[in-house]
């Protein structure tokens, strides 16, 4: 069926250096993407979204990107603090929300 | 604004034993989902309310889950009886309705099945 994947299930990073997280989608019909930041013990929270229409979008410290031609979304987190570190899901809408596996983020002082 | 609430936040349960949990929508969000996160893995839709009318439950396994929000606001969802395949954490979230996606989750709800 369709999914939606991170390309690594960890990442490692040095506070103050920028992050990359990546995902790959499949199903080319879904139209808008969400990025999700979960804490230990807590619910996901909404980070940033983007629509099928754009390219790219920015937040507060955080830029996703989206390429349509091969299915592929990624967040950006400018200036890394110990406070992001977090599982991140990319999630597509195309129906219904579907969640990729996550990405753990670590953000070393 | 007030989040999505839930409760409770943990529940330890033996096999074979009933479960519910409850979930209290943001004001005025007609759309609410209830999710299944397990271990590791993203949350997976269980189903979708449109206010007290069910949207979606594909993927609610029918034989022991139930879910129901009689007056379009609170929702409970039921394991009976509960395996323990059944042990993971249970999201709530909710959205404006049509047209406004964007979904807001609770602090969910970990269950242990033993």
Redo the contacts between chains.
Sequence with gaps: GES?GLHLPTLSVQEGDNSIINCAYSNSASD?F?W?KQES??????II?IRSNMDKRQGQRVTVLLNKTVKHLSLQIAATQPGDSAVY?C?E?GG???????TELSVKP | EAGVAQSPRYKIIEKRQSVAFWCNPISGHATLYWYQQILGQGPKLLIQFQNNGVVDDSQLPKDRFSAERLKGVDSTLKIQPAKLEDSAVYLCASSLGPGEETQYFGPGTRLLVL
């Design positions: 939606v808008y969400i999700y013990g807590k619910g996901p929270q909404f979204d899901f999630a809408m219904k929300l579907i969640f990729g596996q996550g």
